[in-house]
């Protein structure tokens, strides 16, 4: 399992409340900060060619910037129009 593991940020890289985009092996992923609760996804909005690290958080959401879709950002679900596909969402050990 270990080889399996992957370093993509300090926690503290992330303030709370607020998301940042990093990688895994050239991967794109955006980082959020819950509350203190620390969640991953792809960076990459299912509905437009957007980076979700540059969207809004709010609460447990995450506002694409392009079109203002939602996702669950503790499960890649979309949660608001216009996006009907999840991205996906990464287990991390902290």
Known sequence: ?????ILICAVADVPENDVIGAS???HPLAVYNVDG???ATDDLCSHGNARLSEGFLDGKLIECPLHAGCFDVTNG????PPVE???RAYTLLL
């Open 1 to 5: 399992m270990a080889d399996d593991l």
């Open 77 to 80: 679900a979309p949660c608001t």
């Open 85 to 87: 596909h999840p991205v």
């Open 37 to 39: 609760d620390i969640y």
């Open 24 to 26: 895994a092996n050239g």
